[in-house]
């Protein structure tokens, strides 16, 4: 079976300082991973996706995750946080056919002025 | 490209009465179509999903169904609303074969 941790609920930071949102999962395959990042009340957008090609994985809007094998995690960086960045963001784990594509709870994203 | 819509965007409901909410993609053919819902404070709960007309598998019982009546319309269904039915429902699409899903712009449902 696969899960995904999303260590923190909630992540303040103030506009212009660097983002980091915690992701670690589980799976017995080779997965692939995913971030989604949600705005209020709009579909979810995706950021970006790992699938073993390359473990530093770039995505839009500047983000970009680093998949650790030894510790399961892929977390999501940005070096210079937006006020546009402000949302929820979701890790999503997948067994690479589509029919277990697994959502972890989320974090919520505030960015300060 | 390929594009997403739902319909409609908002809906209030009284209990009790019916559900349809619809949701079509575009630019692409035989995709894989899901319905999730997400309740205030509980993330994404996968309810249906498809891999052509009229396969439906469901992942959680409950007074929804859903239909495929055409390659890539994906409707979701209720013939008496509870008011557990309010929250917010997306729909998403992927390739046959893929594993990434791409989601649209969502149904914000309230029963009252």
């Known amino acids: 079976a696969q899960s995904v941790t999303q260590l923190d609920s909630h992540v303040s930071v103030s506009e212009g300082t660097p983002v980091l949102l915690r992701c670690n999962y589980s799976s017995s395959y080779s997965p692939s991973l995913f971030w989604y990042v949600q705005h209020p009340n709009k579909g979810l957008q995706l950021l970006l996706k790992?699938?073993?090609?390359?473990?530093l994985v770039k995505g839009i809007n500047g983000f970009e995750a680093e998949f650790k094998k030894s510790e399961t995690s892929f977390h999501l960086t940005k070096p210079s946080a937006h006020m546009s960045d402000a949302a929820e963001y979701f890790c999503v784990v997948s067994d690479n056919y589509g029919q277990n594509f697994v959502f972890g709870p989320g974090t919520r994203l505030s960015v300060l002025p | 490209s390929q594009t997403i819509h739902q319909w409609p965007a908002t809906l209030v409901q009284p209990v009790g009465s019916p559900l349809s909410l619809e949701c079509t993609v575009e630019?692409?053919?035989?995709?894989?179509l899901y319905w999730y819902r997400q309740a205030a404070g509980r993330g994404l709960q996968l309810l249906f999903y498809?891999?052509?007309?009229?396969?439906i598998s469901s992942e959680v019982p409950q007074n929804l169904s859903a239909s495929r009546p055409q390659d890539r319309q994906f409707i979701l269904s209720s013939k008496k609303l509870l008011l557990s039915d309010s929250g917010f429902y997306l729909c998403a699409w992927a390739t046959s074969g893929s594993d990434t899903q791409y989601f649209g712009p969502g149904t914000r449902l309230t029963v009252l």
């Open positions: 630019g692409t053919s035989n995709p894989n």
């Open positions: 498809s891999v052509g007309i009229g396969q």
């Open positions: 790992y699938t073993s090609a390359a473990t």
